[in-house]
């Protein structure tokens, strides 16, 4: 029985000796969209705190467009620059 599994080691060995290494397969980064360095981004909370509002009001803000539409997305995340809130709260 060793001189079978010997022999079949052999073979496989010989086998996989003579053909090339595959690289490894690597995932392809999709290109991400950056915002630029130092630019400070406002989430929906940050800007109740600032406006003293609570979710619901703030939302209802968003939908009847007494807010600036949202600016930067980030994954699932979206919210506001701080210059877009600055130039609202401007008038």
């Known amino acids: 029985m060793t ?7 052999a073979l496989a060995e010989t086998a996989h000796a003579d053909s090339p290494a595959r690289p490894a397969r690597r ?3 999709r ?4 915002i630029a360095r130092g630019t400070r981004v406002i ?9 003293g509002v609570s ?3 703030r939302w209802r803000y968003e939908r009847d467009k007494k ?3 949202r600016d930067v997305h980030i994954g ?12 609202f ?3």
Do not use: C, F, Q
């Not at 001189?3 to 080691?9: L, P, V």
């Not at 989430?43 to 406006?51: F, H, K, Y």
């Not at 995340?77 to 701080?82: D, M, T």
């Open 3 to 9: 001189n079978t599994t010997d022999a079949i080691k």
């Open 27 to 29: 995932r392809k980064r």
């Open 31 to 34: 290109p991400v969209k950056r």
């Open 43 to 51: 989430w929906p909370p940050g800007l109740e705190a600032l406006l």
């Open 55 to 57: 979710g619901p009001t």
């Open 67 to 69: 807010l600036p539409p």
């Open 76 to 87: 699932k995340r979206s919210g506001w620059r701080s210059e877009t809130i600055e130039a």
């Open 89 to 91: 709260l401007m008038p």
